[in-house]
T-cell receptor, first 108, second 117 residues
Framework: KNEVEQSPQNLTAQEGEFITINCSYS?????LHWLQQHPGGGIVSLFM???GKKKHGRLIATINIQEKHSSLHITASHPRDSAVYIC??????????FGTGTRLQVFP | EPEVTQTPSHQVTQMGQEVILRCVPI?????FYWYRQILGQKVEFLVS????????KSEIFDDQFSVERPDGSNFTLKIRSTKLEDSAMYFC???????????????FGPGTRLTVL
């Protein structure tokens, strides 16, 4: 059974700081997803990756398959980045196994 | 930009009543999913649906739950006899798989908040 663990659970930052959120999983996967959940509950897909690194704007996601670990980085954080960030693992089926999420608050 | 839509946004029902949650996936997507999130907990997989049949379901998805694609656009989740513990946010998602074994990102709807009294 795959477990997905995230750290930290809560994170506060000042505007402009560099943010790192970590995710580890226990079983080999076919893809790792990073998602953002807004205060209203909506979920938005940020990245899907199976190796290496992806970048979109100020967001960077990396994955180390051997260590079963992924990180989400936010450069030059902004109050509008405040949300819950969730990693989810995908095996050889379509379903996503979600982590518990990291609640990020960025203060001006 | 195409998006997944869900109705209603909030449903309140009495314990034991049947509810139907509705979703309209993105039109060219082939895989459909239901997830739920109990307040304060992580999102959990319920069921995936492909080619007009369930492809996988979780332990949560017991005989009280069913899914259906009644026409070419809607994808529904029915809970036959709701329990208090069914209170949660229910998310529909869809994805497009270009070829077998190729996994694409899943696009989520805004969710339906189900409250069972």
């Amino acid at each position: 059974k795959n477990e997905v663990e995230q750290s930290p659970q809560n994170l506060t930052a000042q505007e402009g700081e560099f943010i790192t959120i970590n995710c580890s999983y226990s079983v080999g996967i076919s893809a790792l997803h990073w998602l953002q959940q807004h205060p209203g509950g909506g979920i938005v897909s940020l990245f899907m990756l199976s190796s290496g690194k992806k970048k979109h704007g100020r967001l960077i996601a990396t994955i180390n398959i051997q260590e079963k670990h992924s990180s989400l980085h936010i450069t030059a954080s902004h109050p509008r980045d405040s949300a819950v960030y969730i990693c989810a693992a995908q095996h050889n089926t379509d379903k996503l196994i979600f982590g518990t999420g990291t609640r990020l608050q960025v203060f001006p | 930009e195409p998006e997944v839509t869900q109705t209603p946004s909030h449903q309140v029902t009495q314990m034991g009543q049947e509810v139907i949650l509705r979703c309209v996936p993105i039109s060219n997507h082939l895989y459909f999913y239901w997830y739920r999130q109990i307040l304060g907990q992580k999102v959990e997989f319920l069921v995936s649906f492909y080619n007009n049949e369930i492809s996988e379901k979780s332990e949560i998805f017991d005989d009280q739950f069913s899914v259906e694609r009644p026409d070419g656009s809607n994808f529904t989740l029915k809970i036959r006899s709701t329990k208090l513990e069914d209170s949660a946010m229910y998310f529909c998602a869809s994805s497009y798989v270009a070829r077998f074994g190729s996994y694409n990102e899943q696009f989520f709807g805004p969710g339906t908040r189900l409250t069972v009294l």
